[in-house]
């Protein structure tokens, strides 16, 4: 299951009482208008890239997607908060805190290295915040971490979470290798393939958290965690902090975020925000998984480039040229990378790839083994047990604190769907598994066809045989 998208939404909405009230914002798809110059808010897809990202899915399968996602969401809201000490004292005991060595620089000192006796196949370190920072009982952050537990293998794994009076403490997997950041300053420059390795363990991370009804909302480089396994080296997601639930079990559809104030741009820096996500907040918001999707080009562009995409600090009104110069500069880069780097970092948010088209992309999908002499560091074995290999070979991981056991090395299992009427979907976010024609050719369903992706733009066209209406 994806991201559920504003357009999917849209294309399966059957009543009034399911519509969403009317916003006094507006969606901004395009860049801020404070650096950059920028007054345009809003634009529509451009007609190509509407045909080119367009496909049928049965309305009943959706309907059935949106069923699992209201669960996860019933899931993460009333489930998922941290134990007090008091509650779970033996458990919050079998862990040791080495409070002498902090692992963090700053004078807060909140990071430690810690153990568990009944947990030696992971590295620990414990996370400890002030209760005045979060509400252990409504942190979303928490419950995120919570929820995500040791679910996937390229998500950080939290194995429990606890709360005293005075603070809280999250016990977390240590990585050795610190972030990307950190690791590539260390490192010669990535090769093609292995960045094309870190891609699609982000992407898979990413469509992990889409089943989960959550949207990262922060992703950058510096929370890529580097772990060393044999002669590969992994990347863990972690930076969940400004995490949201992305989806709206009252209204059926995306959650949008307000915008930051543009004047805070200058401040923030190459943060690897999507340029919409600057606006007017009191007037404009904008679409998370949309801007999470500039945001995980913009990652795998810095692997790399080693630079930030644009120069944010200079007042160019055309930011998408500037992008696709710089992209092109990229040594080594193959074309078919160029084009997959260019269809993530599109400034009207509305052009970007969809996220579930991304898996389908050559640069993606094509990518199998490494051979050694084009690692960054040497010998490596092939990387990514190859899929018929990795079938046969499951990790398991004891359960802790929401947490729940790996059954598989890569991403989470597709789920079968029956099938009814088709639903063409343009700009949706749908895996691959969920794009299969209706070959049974025996529904009366109603055909449902999105036009666009963003929901003030939406127009839908229901056809029942040959009759037709707009909606």
Same mark, same amino acid.
């Given at each position: ?369 490494? =051979?050694?002499? *084009? ?5 490596? %074995?092939?990387?990514? !047990?190859? /899929? +018929?290999?990795? &079938?046969?070979? #499951? ?47 025996? =529904?009366?369903? *109603? ?5 666009? %992706?963003?929901?003030? !733009?939406? /127009? +839908?066209?229901? &056809?029942?045989? #040959? ?5």
């Amino acid at each position: 299951m994806p991201y559920f998208t504003n357009a999917m939404a849209q294309g399966i909405r059957s009543s009034g009482s399911e519509s969403r009230p009317n916003s006094n914002k507006q969606i901004r798809t395009m860049p801020g208008n404070g650096i950059n110059g920028h007054t345009t808010i809003f634009r529509e897809i451009d007609p190509t890239l509407k045909q080119m990202y367009r496909y049928e899915v049965t309305q009943r399968k959706l309907l059935f997607m949106r069923s699992l996602i209201r669960a996860q969401v019933n899931q993460l809201v009333t489930g998922c908060s941290p134990y007090t000490v008091e509650q779970a004292k033996k458990v919050f005991a079998e862990y040791q805190i080495n409070r002498e060595k902090p692992l963090n620089d700053t004078n807060h000192g909140n990071l430690f290295e810690a153990s568990n006796p009944n947990k030696k196949d992971i590295n620990l370190m414990v996370n400890i915040h002030s209760r005045k920072e979060m509400d252990p009982q409504t942190s979303i952050y928490l419950k995120v971490l919570n929820h995500l537990g040791r679910k996937h293998p390229y998500i950080i794994y939290t194995t429990d979470i606890f709360c005293d009076n005075d603070n809280v403490y999250i016990f977390q997997e240590m990585i050795n290798h610190g972030n990307m950041l950190q690791y590539l300053e260390k490192t010669p420059n990535t090769t093609e393939q292995q960045a094309q390795f870190w891609a699609r363990q982000l992407y898979r991370a990413l469509d992990f958290l889409g089943d989960q009804a959550i949207a990262h909302r922060f992703i950058s480089p510096k929370h890529l965690l580097m772990k060393q396994l044999g002669h590969e080296v992994w990347i863990k997601l972690t930076g969940f902090k400004r995490s949201i639930i992305y989806w709206d079990v009252n209204y059926n559809d995306v959650i949008f975020c307000s915008c930051f104030p543009v004047e805070q741009q200058a401040i923030d820096g190459p943060n690897f925000q999507s340029p919409e996500v600057y606006g007017n907040p009191t007037t404009e918001e904008y679409d998370p998984i949309m801007a999470d999707i500039w945001s995980y080009g913009a990652t795998v562009y810095y692997m790399l480039g080693r630079q930030y995409p644009y120069n944010m600090m200079i007042n160019n009104q055309d930011i998408e040229s500037e992008i696709a110069h710089n992209i092109e500069q990229v040594s080594g880069l193959s074309q078919i990378g160029k084009n997959f780097l260019n269809s993530l970092l599109r400034a009207n948010a509305n052009d970007r790839v969809p996220f579930d088209f991304i898996a389908r992309d050559p640069w993606i999908a094509n990518l199998t083994t490494i =051979s050694p002499d *084009k690692i960054m560091e040497t010998p490596f %074995k092939k990387l990514e !047990k190859i /899929k +018929t290999g990795a &079938k046969n070979t #499951s990790m398991t991981s004891s359960q802790g604190g929401g947490g729940s056991s790996l059954a598989k090395k890569s991403d989470s299992p597709k789920r079968s769907m029956s099938k009814g009427g088709s639903v063409t979907v343009d700009k949706s976010v749908m895996p691959s598994s969920t794009v299969k024609s209706n070959k049974s050719g025996k =529904s009366n369903m *109603k055909k449902i066809i999105v036009q666009s %992706k963003m929901k003030s !733009k939406v /127009k +839908t066209k229901v &056809k029942v045989k #040959s009759k037709s209406m707009r909606i």
